[in-house]
Nanobody, 124 residues
Framework: VQLQASGGGLVQAGDSLRLSCAASGRMFSSYVLGWFRQAPGKEREIVAAISRRGSRSYFVDDVEGRFTISRDNAKKMVYLQMNSLKPEDTAVYYC??????????????????WGQGTLVTVSS
């Protein structure tokens, strides 16, 4: 599975943004998918993840209640809706392929096939 994130941009604090990730390749629906981010000078961290059929999700504490994740297996797309954005959300956001089973959604080491990221900048 190859992944390409898009939808980033410059927004103000409190605004919303929707990121999209398009996948190519086979067996898209067979994998957990996740969104990660890497802020300047920091390590990449997992932000959200969604199970293969979309019935389960995971969010890091910082974004719980503000971000939602969804997927459309027919279109091979995964989305990250980000609301009430804060300056500390500024980062390059990546989508990634997770494991072929619905467990360990929050386990960063289970993800690979990083796509090209998209930059999100939130001004105060």
């Amino acid at each position: 599975v190859q992944l390409q994130a898009s939808g980033g941009g410059l927004v103000q604090a409190g605004d919303s943004l929707r990121l999209s990730c398009a996948a190519s390749g086979r067996m898209f629906s067979s994998y957990v998918l996740g969104w990660f981010r890497q802020a300047p000078g920091k390590e990449r961290e997992i932000v959200a993840a969604i199970s293969r059929r979309g019935s389960r999700s995971y969010f890091v504490d910082d974004v719980e209640g503000r971000f939602t994740i969804s997927r459309d297996n027919a279109k091979k797309m995964v989305y990250l809706q980000m609301n009430s954005l804060k300056p500390e959300d500024t980062a390059v956001y990546y989508c990634a392929r997770g494991p072929p089973y619905d467990g360990g959604l929050d386990q960063s080491h289970l993800y690979d096939d990083w796509g090209q990221g998209t930059l999100v900048t939130v001004s105060s």
